[in-house]
């Protein structure tokens, strides 16, 4: 199978075509807008928006993957929320509108979508939340999902934060925070290790019965205090000092309120599969990340 990988570069992309190219004889292109030393496979180097070199192989691939983004972590002034758009949703358009019918499209979308919530539980069947990160997310997966009018199978990642070499994870040892008890302590993280997400998408490419929205999240989210106390044990210096609100609103601007208020998301189309997790706990999970950092 020949499969196209758009964001490539970056955090889950690499992983994924380091993981591809290892374990099986797919033919796998990468896109990427800085050259990247693969393995294997091919290296296209360009951007989606900027120009077409990509549309030839994307066109005469069997699987699309799009892992388009950037960092939401951050204030979203409006010079940021149309980079934040451009690179979820002009990017995701550009892609489908460029795809053959009868391609599979994976494409990332995040739990954002459900907006946050201090005591809701949310599954694949909860409705939008109306938060900005909610609406983006919905306006992203509706772009991937008119990939069906073209009769192409759609499998939507609605991803949790990624725990792995990077990501997330890269921020709290490359000490852009250093843990500490955000808001009440009491409020959700929806967690995943990448090892998890790889083996999602590894299945949605080999298996048919696959398609339309999953939330790819660990079945055990843990509130914010079992977060820090699990990194504490294994990364002594993080501390356990609250941050106030407003220092936290001051760094990272409206994006505050996911991590004040949180969100707790279960997998439960993946649940009903009886998807076998290779992380299904946080400890475990951390520890495996931060022995490889
Ligand atoms: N990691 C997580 O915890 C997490 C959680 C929820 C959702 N997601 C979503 O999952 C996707 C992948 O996550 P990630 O952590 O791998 O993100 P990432 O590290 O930010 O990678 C995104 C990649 O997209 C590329 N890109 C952006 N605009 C492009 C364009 N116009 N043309 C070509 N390439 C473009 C970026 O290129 P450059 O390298 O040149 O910037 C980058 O390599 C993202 O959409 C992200 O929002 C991730």
Not at 30 to 57: C, H, P, Q, Y
Not at 211 to 239: H, K, M
Request: hydrophobic content about 40%.
């Amino acid at each position: 199978m020949k499969i196209f990988v758009a964001g490539a570069g970056g955090f889950i992309g690499q992983n994924l075509i380091k993981k591809l190219t290892q374990s099986t004889n797919h033919n796998i292109v990468a896109l990427t807008r800085r050259k990247i030393n693969f393995s294997a496979g091919k290296n296209i180097v360009g951007d989606i928006l900027k120009s077409d070199k990509w549309k030839e192989e994307l066109q005469s691939s069997d699987v699309v993957v799009n892992l388009c983004g950037n960092d939401i972590a951050r204030k979203w002034p409006r010079s940021v929320k149309i980079e934040l758009q451009n690179a979820r949703l002009k990017t995701t358009e550009a892609i489908v509108r460029a795809m053959n019918s009868k391609q599979l499209l994976i494409n990332a979308s995040a739990v954002g979508y459900y907006g946050y919530s201090r005591d809701k539980t949310f599954d694949e069947t909860s409705v939008s939340g109306k938060d900005y990160l909610a609406l983006l997310a919905k306006d992203w997966e509706l772009k991937a999902l008119s990939a069906i009018e073209k009769k192409c199978r759609v499998v939507i990642m609605r991803l949790g934060v990624v725990l792995g070499n990077g990501g997330a994870i890269k921020n709290i040892v490359g000490q852009k925070f250093i843990g500490g008890r955000i808001g009440s302590g009491k409020q959700y993280f929806s967690w995943i290790h990448i090892t998890d997400v790889l083996h999602f998408i590894k299945r949605a490419i080999d298996e048919d019965e696959f398609y339309g929205i999953y939330n790819i999240c660990s079945p055990n989210p843990v509130c914010y205090d079992e977060f820090n106390a699990s990194l504490g044990s294994i990364l002594p210096r993080i501390t356990t000092m609250k941050i106030p609100n407003m220092l936290l609103k001051m760094s990272v601007g409206e994006f505050a309120e996911t991590l004040i208020q949180g969100q707790k998301v279960l997998p439960k189309r993946l649940q009903q599969l009886d998807f076998e997790f290779t992380f299904p706990y946080l400890k475990e999970a951390l520890q495996d990340v931060l022995a490889k950092v």
